[in-house]
């Protein structure tokens, strides 16, 4: 009796009972799953780097064209993902404030990327934004040439990325009490100051959120953006793209120092904007 007492001084918590059972269990099959499903093929990944020397490691993933590869690939998605999160709070906002003819089709519209195949979101793309396309000749004119540049990449990635952020700040600005806003309109605060003080403090971890999810998502994109990108080497080819050229080559250590790579650098990023996302969250519960 004298050593459970012991034990129950030093682990306190064990003698409280949890409400819902199978705590156990449950904890058991999300750690299996997770295992199959994440740790153990990122783990494979890693092991598989190990054929390769430090240099041999260190020459595949700093070669020019991987260089050229890494800056198009992280570059094109974070423009793509600051531009989804500017318009994606737009639409998320105009979706959930004002009625209009043909919201419930608008609202249909923005889950269309996640329906649609890769390739298919490709070739429409292109078709749109090519040369002679519908919106392509246009742009033509204007002197800007959208298909087979950086800047068609960054188009087919805001076309991906763009329901994680509306349908991140949605769930949120429904939830969001109007008394406040018309309690400090009635008190005789200007729009700016409402926007600025109320809305956008609410709905900006969100906004980080659907950031991150848009940049990770967008970050290892290939089938919509290989066939409007023009593929060339050290002008737009993206990182994917040259993790499947690699393979064809039957490269596989060169292809996995170059997912390696990415990896890691998904992981930091994606940790510093949650680590900022939970700064913000705890600098609001103070206030």
Do not use: C
């Amino acid at each position: 009796m004298a050593l459970v007492k012991a034990i129950e001084n030093i682990f306190p918590q064990s003698r409280k009972r949890r409400v819902l059972p199978g705590f156990g269990l449950s904890l058991g099959f999300t750690v299996f799953y997770l295992s199959l499903i994440v740790l153990i093929p990122v783990s494979t990944l890693f092991l598989k780097t190990f054929d390769l020397t430090w240099s041999q490691f260190y020459g595949s993933i700093t070669s020019a064209r991987v260089l050229a590869s890494f800056r198009l690939s992280f570059g094109t998605a974070f423009a793509a993902a600051i531009v989804n999160i500017i318009f994606g709070v737009l639409l998320a906002w105009t979706l959930v404030r004002y009625d209009f003819p043909g919201k419930r089709m608008v609202d249909a519209f923005v889950d269309l990327p996640f329906a649609l195949p890769t390739a298919v979101a490709g070739i429409t793309l292109t078709t749109l934004y090519a040369g002679n396309g519908w919106f392509g000749q246009y742009f033509e004119v204007l002197g800007i040439k959208v298909d087979y540049t950086p800047l068609g990449i960054t188009v087919a990635l805001i076309f991906i990325g763009l329901p994680f952020v509306v349908r991140t700040v949605q769930p949120v600005l429904e939830a969001m009490e109007l008394d406040v806003e018309e309690a400090a309109a009635s008190l005789g605060a200007h729009r700016w100051y409402i926007i600025s003080r109320i809305i956008l403090p609410t709905i900006r971890p969100a906004a980080l959120t659907g950031f991150a999810l848009a940049f990770a998502r967008t970050l290892g994109e290939y089938g919509s953006v290989v066939f409007i990108a023009g593929n060339m080497p050290m002008k737009t080819e993206i990182s994917t793209l040259l993790i499947v050229t690699r393979l064809e080559q039957y490269d596989y250590p060169g292809a996995t120092a170059i997912a390696v790579t990415m990896l890691v650098a998904s992981f930091i990023l994606l940790l510093v904007i949650n680590m900022l996302q939970a700064s913000i969250n705890k600098k609001a519960s103070s206030v």
